[in-house]
């Protein structure tokens, strides 16, 4: 079942590797056939190095284990309820890099200081509200995938624009339209991260509105020209 999809939910783990953005298990990607509205995660706990395609899970939008023999990732609810309230991805990474860590512990959000952060998001990098004890309590990470929901939607920030996220006192979550491309934004995030925290520290202005567009939009507007397909 969805073997394609399997090898490619399994490189994309081993990108966060490669990428040295994880320490032991500490991370993981899902991906999503829209079609059939099955999702590939990683299992939980397994060592990268012993990893292979087969091991991954195959789930329900609701959470139902229909293939596979370990137990899928912790965060799978959170991963899942991003699919339900995000129709328009189609993987999702989340991992625990130092900087973007130091933010989101930090309760703060990413500022786009420049043109690498326009490059890659249209505005902050938000940091989500705290949960309550309530939603610590039960449903834990469900309610993780809830208020990153709710963040992005009282705010008007469209997640097609801003692929990432900060869960207040947590980590990162970042995504796109594959798990390639969320395991890639997730490698991204940190590097922004790391350039903002030490921006700050040299006390730099953030970088203007209209510079910002500027490299947003031509990366990622309608008229994009950055790279080779849009001759």
């Known amino acids: 079942m969805l073997e394609a999809l399997k090898e490619q939910v399994w490189r994309a783990n081993l990108d966060l590797v490669k990428y040295k953005l994880v320490l032991f298990t500490w991370g993981n990607v899902s991906a999503i056939d829209r079609e059939s509205g099955r999702v590939v995660i990683k299992p939980s706990g397994v060592d990268y190095a012993q990893m292979q395609p087969s091991d991954m899970v195959v789930l329900s939008l609701d959470g139902d284990i229909l293939e596979g023999d370990l137990n899928p990732s912790s965060d799978t609810p959170t991963h899942l309820e991003l699919y339900r309230r995000f129709p328009s991805i189609g993987g999702v990474a989340h991992t625990h890099s130092t900087y973007a860590v130091a933010f989101a512990q930090a309760a ?124």
């Not at 624009?161 to 390639?180: I, M, R």
């Open 108 to 231: 703060q959000e990413i500022p786009p200081y420049g043109t690498t952060h326009a490059d890659f998001a249209f505005g902050p990098i938000p940091c989500t509200r705290d949960l309550t004890y309530a939603e610590i309590k039960e449903a834990y990470e469900l309610n993780t995938g809830r208020v990153i929901a709710e963040h992005f939607e009282t705010r008007g920030i469209d997640p097609n624009a801003v692929p990432a996220v900060l869960v207040h006192s947590h980590g990162p979550f970042t995504w796109g339209k594959s798990a390639d491309a969320a395991a890639k934004n997730a490698a991204i995030l940190e590097e922004v991260a790391r350039m903002a925290f030490l921006s700050r520290m040299l006390d730099a202005p953030t970088a203007s509105s209209f510079i910002q567009k500027k490299h947003y939009e031509r990366k990622h507007g309608p008229n994009a020209y950055y790279g080779q397909g849009n001759k």
